[in-house]
């Protein structure tokens, strides 16, 4: 979709994976690494995951920016002397905030994860908040310096020229946190953390159930037809549940020792079912429930081979495609970059 | 200066959250947004908390505002059709269709990509939904957890002795949109390159496979235990105990020069377990008990100050009311002030970012069918009279 677009990407681990999808997406994407080159490449299995499909060079800036539609990088160049290079550039510069008071505070994922609010209602109430595996603060604000180079090389369209777009992971990652913040506008109340229990009324229901095999979601709702679904499936086994009159009910409102009873009802049914035996039963009698997939569940799934998902790069199977088209895509190689490769 | 994306034109048919937050990022760069609902089967972002006032006004839902700006809004009832027809127009009139109704809707009330194609041959369709249209799960009907469990970020989330943990909010509603505005960006450009429209399938899955792809290289390498806060790289890297209930300050060491000044403020300077990582690795514990009987008693945005000036990563964990008010965002333009009929003065989110030679805005979300007339009349030409007609119909209601 990209073809003829050249990007020059500066990053190092805040802002990767901006390159990677733009790369993905048929975009001639160049990693330009002075000296040893991103500090990332020490963690080989993180460099690799955000890195492949890119190329490498470690050619002066002065030499590759005038052939260049844009850079991608975190701050410290000086946007004027760029730009000086080549007028139709677009620069996008992925800081944790944008420039203000705190251009200079030394942040981590972990830390932009805490200040946005997203590690206060992850976690289980007995316990620390937590932060969400990987590092999705950065994965967030990366994604939105895509949207804001597409954005800007839509405008050069009209206008020829190019521009600075400044991007905050900070933000990004508020904007992930969608109900916090407005909640507390709206209502003057702030979120806990829950666990596991999906709170929607004056009560809570349990959302995660080990099965014979692992584990599956699924929750007692205000949805009837559900409900209903449920109780036909598990037959004797419903046992109080078969007396409840869902529509009579609101679910949400009912107290937790009431729902504590019910669920050990569905606690005993799961555990002698598999995920896959569960997940037919719900596709057959529209219960709601997924089961739960591990990294190698994922690795595994034929859902996502037959979409085309995986890339084998250096013998691991990494995310590809980021969707499925009905134009033939062209595929990127699955290449991680030597350091300097280009240049050879 | 000029919004980046005047000019282009969408129809949008999506709802809820999954299709609505990547139109609503379009809008903002000045696309427009035609969003198409209807009385029949509201938005459930209609009836979502919270609401302005007493009630569930479906023009007062905050939840529905923040993820609908700047946009146009029609009613039209797609279980009729002559809404069909109607819808028909919009999508001569778009550039873009986007839409995350379940598997086949579409296609049955009679807007499949093939005829979309025969209105507007360059058209660029973009659907969300949880697992993709195409692939043995296409026809799965999601509910808010899907995603989570079938990408891994629940099996990866939660404490390492603990069972998988559901994040209590829907980030496969968050992730898959950004995909969908990447997608429509990129399909503008091949379109405008080649002549070609595409249809777009996008999992709410794939997405966070896509985010979680170091945790599943790192599988790969040698195998992964969900870390709950802990880093290979970093420790201490956690979140610690302050002054009041329930508060906490999060702190990043990321190496021994930084750990030397935060094992002399702890009081924990001469202790040779913790000189290195290896050693704060194997003692993490311990570590983790002495810091936080340190912490304990302090309040979190004064100790997040007191080391971010040192130069170690710390920040309060916030609330949503420390978000909310957070100086950074009102410094940075985060929050946009709007005066709506039923939402009154109040502040709703834009874009992360700013454009050195382009604007954006963050403008009121469109009240039920408040632009009917302007759409109907004045934008595709249709007869008032037969647009009143049809509204009492049921039709484009």
């Known amino acids: ?344 | 200066m000029t919004l980046p994306l005047e000019g282009v034109k969408i129809a949008d048919f999506s709802w809820v959250g999954a299709g609505p937050r990547a139109t609503k990022d379009m809008a903002d760069f000045g696309a427009t947004v035609i969003k198409i609902e209807s009385r029949k089967r509201l938005d459930l972002g209609r009836l979502s908390p919270p609401f302005a006032g007493k009630g569930r006004d479906p023009d007062a839902s905050a939840f529905f505002a923040i993820t609908n700006t700047s946009k146009m809004g029609v009613t039209i009832n797609l279980g009729d059709p002559r809404g069909v027809e109607v819808a028909k127009k919009l999508v001569a009139w778009a550039d873009i269709v986007v839409e995350n109704f379940s598997h086949g809707y579409m296609d049955r009330v009679g807007l499949s990509f093939e005829t979309l194609k025969s209105i507007k041959p360059d058209i660029i369709q973009v659907s969300v939904s949880v697992a993709g249209r195409e692939g043995p799960l296409g026809t799965l009907r999601g509910y808010g957890n899907s995603a989570a469990a079938l990408s891994g970020l629940a099996a990866l989330s939660g404490w390492p002795d603990r069972d998988p943990h559901m994040p209590p909010f829907a980030y496969g509603d968050v992730v898959a949109p950004m995909f969908a505005t990447v997608a429509m960006l990129a399909a503008l450009e091949h379109r405008d390159r080649t002549g070609e429209g595409q249809h777009i399938d996008i999992s709410q899955v794939e997405p966070l496979v896509h985010v979680l792809s170091d945790c599943l290289a790192r599988e790969q390498a040698g195998g992964f235990a969900k870390p709950g806060n802990r880093s290979p790289s970093m420790a201490p890297h956690g979140a610690f105990p302050c002054r009041g209930k329930d508060q906490w300050c999060a702190i990043a060491v990321a190496d021994d020069a930084q750990w030397t000044m935060l094992a002399e403020l702890v009081g924990v300077g001469g202790d040779a377990r913790f000189a290195t990582l290896s050693g704060r690795k194997a003692n993490e514990d311990a570590l983790e008990s002495l810091i936080a009987d340190w912490t304990d008693g302090q309040d979190k945005h004064v100790l997040a100050d007191r080391l971010s000036a040192l130069g170690i990563a710390a920040e309060a964990v916030n609330d949503g009311r420390d978000v909310f008010t957070d100086p950074e965002l009102a410094t940075n333009g985060h929050y946009h002030r709007i005066d709506h009929p039923k939402l009154g003065r109040c502040d709703l989110p834009g874009p992360p970012m700013r454009f050195s030679a382009a604007e954006m805005r963050v403008e009121n979300p469109p009240c039920l069918g408040e632009h009917n007339r302007a759409i109907f009349v004045d934008l595709l030409g249709m007869d008032p009279a037969e647009v009143d007609a049809l509204v009492q119909e049921g039709a484009l209601a």
């Open chain 1, 1 to 344: 979709m990209l073809q003829s677009l050249t990007v020059l990407d500066l990053t190092s681990g805040l802002g990767a994976i901006a390159g990677r999808m733009l790369a993905e997406l048929g975009a001639t994407v160049t990693k330009v690494e002075a000296g040893a080159g991103d500090p990332q490449r020490a963690d080989a299995p993180a460099f690799a995951a955000w890195n492949h499909g890119k190329r490498s060079s470690g050619a002066d800036l002065a030499a590759l920016v005038p052939q260049a539609d844009m850079v991608i990088r975190n701050p410290g160049l000086d946007h004027a002397a760029l730009l000086a290079l080549n007028p139709r550039l677009i620069d996008v510069v992925l800081a944790p905030f944008l420039p203000g008071p705190n251009r200079d505070r030394p942040e981590t994922d972990l830390t932009l994860m805490a200040r946005s609010g997203l590690m206060a209602i992850v976690g289980d109430p007995d316990r620390a908040p937590l932060t969400m595996p990987g590092e999705q603060a950065h994965a967030l604000g990366g994604i939105q310096a895509v949207i804001a180079a597409l954005t800007a090389l839509r405008h050069r369209r009209a206008t020829g020229k190019g521009q600075l777009v400044e991007v905050s992971a900070y933000q990004a990652a508020v904007l992930a946190n969608y109900r916090e913040p407005l909640t507390w506008e709206w209502t003057g109340r702030v979120g806990a953390r829950t666990g596991n229990l999906l709170v929607r009324g004056a009560s809570g229901v349990r959302q995660v159930w080990r099965c014979k095999d692992g584990f599956v979601t699924w929750a007692l709702v205000d949805n009837p037809p559900m409900m209903r679904g449920m109780v036909t499936v598990m037959g004797d086994a419903a046992g109080p549940l078969a007396e409840v009159d869902w529509n009579a009910i609101l679910v949400a409102d009912t107290p937790r020792p009431v729902l504590e009873a019910w669920e050990a009802r569905v606690e005993a049914f799961f555990l002698e079912r598999t995920r896959a035996e569960l997940g037919e039963l719900s596709a057959r009698h529209g219960l709601g429930l997924s089961w739960i997939d591990a990294p190698a569940d994922v690795l595994a799934s034929p859902h996502l081979a037959a979409r085309g998902l995986w890339r084998e790069v250096d013998g691991m199977k990494l995310p590809g495609r980021l969707w499925v088209s009905s134009l033939d895509a062209s595929a990127p190689s699955g290449h991680v970059p030597g350091l300097g490769e280009e240049d050879a």
